[in-house]
């Protein structure tokens, strides 16, 4: 079981602590400006009409807007990809993807199983995915860029030459994106919370109470993998220590990729998400998925990497009772579920986390309790 002080040794131990003051860059830069207009160009997928922000909207804590279907489509309307968008925001803090030799778990990267090791090479994917911006390779986006009304910026930052070459024009492509990425536009640190803890907002008696049985380890216990304490540098919590966990979540029988032509999904409806076990093919790291922040999680729904639960009340229920309710017969949504009173099987059970939920004894006013104090995790809070 990870405590807060194991989670902060191993914040230490990936050279993550003590990087705030110099990781977020101003939206002043050049760069950032420049990596901001890539983001938001729409003219950059194949055909027109889909950027970055399609299904990382700044109004939607840079996650995809449409919640109608968990996981995101493609240009193509009709194609979808296999998993829920996560946020973009605080993403610039996670450290490279590693293995810990010390804590014995893999930590950071990008994407939900880590497969992009830094906010570089994570831009580098939804452009020639073919079920997101769907251009053929990295040639059809340089070649985009040229024509832009932004060529002139880019050509300004990076040299004259800076888009002759396609291999090392495409990689200047994705370090713009990433410097805007790594801006306080993304990680503006502007809670509630964030002003309670800097003394310049109180919690309510209810949000309290909420963080009190999020911290106990013995109730919600959720600091062990989202710590709420400012960092040993003094710098404001990420509210994810970056680790990867199997938390026993069900198939998503509404998830759209099920349904695709064999094309993308050779399995069918039989498809079983691994997570990081698939990426770095490892049967004791199947159906694990990298732990997110739960900064501006009131905002981000459906949530976990399919998109099974569509209301964060929902999440938190399924984290105190997943082992004490019934297995539900068959593949059923959330909402029938909780009408029911039972949870369907995991997706994949091996590698289930077993010691830190699924039996937490929580009560259904300490589990809105600690809905409450999630709530004051959304950026944009006045006093």
Known sequence: MKSVFS???????????????S????TDEPKAQLGRLLFFDASLSEPAGQSCASC?????????????RPTSKGINPRLFGNRNTPSAMYMGFSPGFRFDKTEQHYVGGQFWDGRAATLE??????????????????????????????????????????LTE???????????????????????????????????????????????????????NCAACHPSQRRPDGGLPLFTDFTYDNLGVPRNPDNPFLALDRKFNPAGRKFVDKGLG????????????????LRNIARTAPYMHNGYFKTLRGAVAFYNDRDQRPACKGETTEAEALRRGCWPKPELARNMNTE????????????????????????????
Not at 143 to 158: N, P, S
Not at 281 to 291: C, I, L, Q, S, Y
Not at 358 to 366: F, T
Request: charged share 25%.
């Open 7 to 21: 989670v902060v040794a191993s914040l230490a131990a990936c050279g993550l602590l003590g990087s705030a003051p």
């Open 23 to 26: 990781i977020a860059g101003s």
């Open 56 to 68: 990382h909207d700044p109004a939607t804590a840079f996650t995809d807007p449409d919640t109608s």
């Open 121 to 162: 090479e994570q831009a580098k994917g939804p452009f020639v995915n073919p079920l997101e911006m769907a251009n053929p390779n990295p040639r059809a986006v340089v070649e985009k860029v040229r024509r832009a009304g932004y060529a002139g910026q880019f050509k300004a930052i990076y040299g004259e030459n800076a």
């Open 166 to 220: 396609v291999e090392p024009a495409y990689q200047r492509i994705v370090d713009a994106i990433a410097a805007f990425e790594r801006t306080a536009e993304l990680q503006p640190f502007t809670s509630k919370h964030d002003a309670w803890l800097q003394g310049k907002a109180r919690l309510s008696a209810q949000e309290l109470r909420g963080l009190e049985l999020y911290n106990d380890e013995n109730k919600g």
């Open 278 to 293: 698939g990426f770095v093919n490892k049967r004791a790291e199947d159906g694990k998925f990298k732990v997110p922040t």
């Open 356 to 383: 830190e939920l699924g039996r937490l004894g929580l009560s259904e006013q300490q589990i809105d309790d600690i809905v409450a104090f999630l709530e004051t995790l959304n950026d944009g809070y006045s006093p």
